[in-house]
T-cell receptor, first 109, second 115 residues
Framework: KQEVTQIPAALSVPEGENLVLNCSFT??????LQWFRQDPGKGLTSLLL?????REQTSGRLNASLDKSSGRSTLYIAASQPGDSATYLC????????FGTGTRLQVFP | EAGVAQSPRYKIIEKRQSVAFWCNPI?????LYWYQQILGQGPKLLIQ????????DSQLPKDRFSAERLKGVDSTLKIQPAKLEDSAVYLC?????????????FGPGTRLTVL
């Protein structure tokens, strides 16, 4: 059974810091891995999608890496801003989206 | 392009009452998903529709939950009777293609509180 774990569960950092969010999964048989952002009272917004054959994807200040063999992905956020405050969820796709429990990020000015 | 619409946004009911949620997917999206997100957890898939047929409902508690997607567009999710543990955010998502690895677009969710 696929299980997805995210560490840390919560993170509070000052504005401007570079930070790394971690995601691990137990079964490497996946089609892709996705990172989502969830703001309070809102749905999920897709940030990055990494195909199983890819090693990383970049979008603006965000960079996500995937190491299928070790069952790990990291989301790197450069020069964090207060507007980055949200919950970040990773999800893997064997046959359906299986989500981790999320990392709640707070960036303070 | 309009996003996935859901209503109501919030609902408070007492246990053993019934409740229904509505979802309107992005126009042209054949696949529709309902997820349950309990506080502090990631979303869990309840049911997936391809047009108006059910593809996966393996995690739907069928003794109390039901869902339909008439005419392959809008969908409703019903809980009858509700239990305390049903308190959660119910998210609807849609995608153009049916495979789960295609990008899904999520609605704002309905927050259900069962007292």
């Amino acid at each position: 059974k696929q299980e997805v774990t995210q560490i840390p569960a919560a993170l509070s950092v000052p504005e401007g810091e570079n930070l790394v969010l971690n995601c691990s999964f137990t079964d490497s048989a996946i089609y892709n891995l996705q990172w989502f952002r969830q703001d309070p009272g809102k749905g999920l917004t897709s940030l990055l999608l990494i195909q199983s054959s890819q090693r990383e994807q970049t979008s603006g200040r965000l960079n996500a890496s995937l190491d299928k063999s070790s069952g790990r992905s990291t989301l790197y956020i450069a020069a964090s801003q207060p507007g980055d405050s949200a919950t970040y969820l990773c999800a893997v796709v064997p046959d359906k989206l299986i989500f981790g429990t999320g990392t709640r990020l707070q960036v303070f000015p | 392009e309009a996003g996935v619409a859901q209503s109501p946004r919030y609902k408070i009911i007492e246990k053993r009452q019934s409740v229904a949620f509505w979802c309107n997917p992005i126009s042209g999206h054949a696949t529709l998903y309902w997820y349950q997100q309990i506080l502090g957890q990631g979303p869990k898939l309840l049911i997936q529709f391809q047009n108006n047929g059910v593809v996966d409902d393996s995690q739907l508690p069928k003794d109390r939950f039901s869902a339909e997607r008439l005419k392959g567009v809008d969908s409703t999710l019903k809980i009858q009777p509700a239990k305390l543990e049903d308190s959660a955010v119910y998210l609807c998502a849609s995608s153009f293609y049916g495979a789960a690895y295609n990008e899904q677009f999520f609605g704002p969710g309905t927050r259900l509180t069962v007292l």
